[in-house]
């Protein structure tokens, strides 16, 4: 069989109960929902991490938190407009899916946001197995969706937008005070990184590619074009959020904030549609996940109101199912039959091997599983003993799920001894009920996988096990 294309979509935030497949009722998301029926939807795929650099890194080098490079969201120094220093960098030869399709004969490209280190050290996606980048290189640089630059293959790209200070505003005065238009610019960002991606898509068209596509949406700050916003407006009550919990205010936040995922929904359809275009849809692989889960209700986001969660416990930053387990759609016409719901266990540091496998590779040093015979109905699906979590940041938090337990441990910082909280998620998804005393047994086995999986971290603060 000749080797597929695979794209590899990854959104910003995006929680488990936001697109319509996952049960979403007001946002619409109809391409997403299309490619879903023509796959795989997954009910029970989950995040290496809770927040965006170490999810990013885990899925890019098969690592758990607990052998992870990356275990959280490290800035280097300060950021301004025109001085970026980016969050801590990859390692120089740190083997990514990037390598791994390089290895195996694809033309590759990283567009959208990077968040693993500077073009000008050792995290430059160009020397970690990506032919071509372009996009965000500095995560604080994403919280602004009319940004002054994006970045190409390390040289800054001006686009015409003007800078905007999206933390400084404080909301004083009334709506009827604050000029909302300011916080748009000419260029939206996402509509740069789609015109390179489909330019990757026609310029590779005849040859085999890998496209890591993690696009910024829809992480805040609440921007969006008026044409993605105006759908909305009037379709449900929706006060003017004014910038007093951070990033810039705006006259429409619950619309604004359904509009950037219908928005990213949209770009998933240009993509598709230009598959197609080339003839190419039946010969690419296409995952679509997201690196963490619905954030926290700052910025103007209203996570209850859209339900975001889908009633799992927990948001961004936590180790509870809220905070981890994310949507995942496979789909690959004429090779994946249509309308499938999968509920095996599976996890983002579970992409190399699942790669790997696809491209007749063999990888060693990953604490991931292939579930590619899970996704072509092929073979012997491994069954795996357990999945490792690790977040030194926030409070401090463990988790493990072992088959349908799982064990969380969280307030690390303050008491290293904190005792194991234990949830059956098959009676129990929205974890509820700690039966840590009606399963004494798990404790011990909890124990040994924390202490053999554990590895000292890379810098003090993410060290919250020792």
Not at 103 to 111: L, V
Not at 151 to 163: A, C, H, I, P, S
């Amino acid at each position: 069989m000749k080797k597929p294309n695979v794209v590899y979509i990854y959104a910003d935030d995006l929680g488990y109960g936001e697109l319509g497949v996952y049960g979403q009722k007001i946002i619409k998301t109809p391409y997403l929902d299309a490619l879903a029926k023509q796959g795989i939807k997954f009910t029970q795929h989950y995040t290496s991490a809770p927040v965006c650099a170490p999810a990013r890194c885990m899925l890019l080098t098969g690592k758990h938190a607990g052998h992870s490079q990356i275990r959280g969201n490290h800035e280097l120094g300060g950021f301004t407009d025109e001085t970026e220093r980016g969050q801590m960098p990859l390692e120089v030869n740190t083997f990514t899916l990037g390598s791994l399709m390089k290895k195996a004969g694809y033309q590759t490209a990283a567009i959208g946001k990077w968040g693993l280190g500077m073009a000008n050290g050792t995290g430059n996606p160009n020397a970690h197995g990506f032919d071509y980048f372009y996009g965000l290189l500095d995560q604080k640089q994403a919280h602004n969706y009319y940004s002054t630059h994006l970045w190409e293959n390390g040289k800054w790209d001006t686009l015409n937008n003007k800078y905007m200070n999206v933390h400084q505003f404080q909301g004083k005065g009334a709506p009827s005070d604050i000029d909302f238009k300011q916080f748009q610019g000419k260029e939206y960002v996402v509509d740069k990184m789609m015109d390179k991606a489909l330019n990757f898509v026609e310029k590779n068209k005849n040859n085999p590619f890998f496209l890591y596509l993690p696009l910024p949406l829809p992480h805040l700050s609440l921007q969006a074009p008026d044409e993605a916003i105006k759908p909305y407006l009037g379709a449900f009550p929706d006060s003017a959020y004014l910038g007093k919990k951070g990033y810039t205010p705006t006259a429409h936040p619950r619309a604004t904030y359904a509009g950037m995922i219908s928005y990213l929904d949209t770009q998933v359809g240009r993509l598709v549609d230009a598959l197609k275009k080339h003839k190419i849809d039946t010969q690419t692989i296409i995952f679509f996940s997201s690196d963490n889960g619905a954030t926290f209700d700052v910025g103007g986001v209203d996570t209850e109101f859209f339900q975001s969660t889908a009633g799992l416990r927990g948001r961004k930053q936590d180790v509870y199912e809220g905070g981890i387990r994310e949507p995942l759609i496979v789909s690959w016409p004429g090779v994946i039959p249509g309308g499938q719901i999968n509920h095996l266990p599976s996890v983002q540091y579970d992409m190399m091997a699942t790669l790997a496998e696809l491209t007749g590779q063999q990888v060693s040093d990953t604490d991931g599983i292939s579930f590619l015979p899970s996704i072509l109905k092929k073979g012997e699906q491994k069954e795996r003993s357990f999945i490792y979590f690790e977040f030194p940041e926030k409070t401090g938090q463990v988790a493990i799920r072992i088959q349908q337990f799982k064990g969380v441990k969280s307030n690390l910082k303050k008491n290293k001894q904190a005792p194991w909280e234990i949830y059956d998620l098959d009676k129990d998804p929205f974890e509820k009920i700690n039966i840590a005393d009606q399963h004494p047994e798990l404790i011990p086995q909890l124990d040994d996988i924390l202490k053999r999986e554990h590895r000292t971290a890379k810098i003090p603060d993410w060290e919250i096990i020792n």
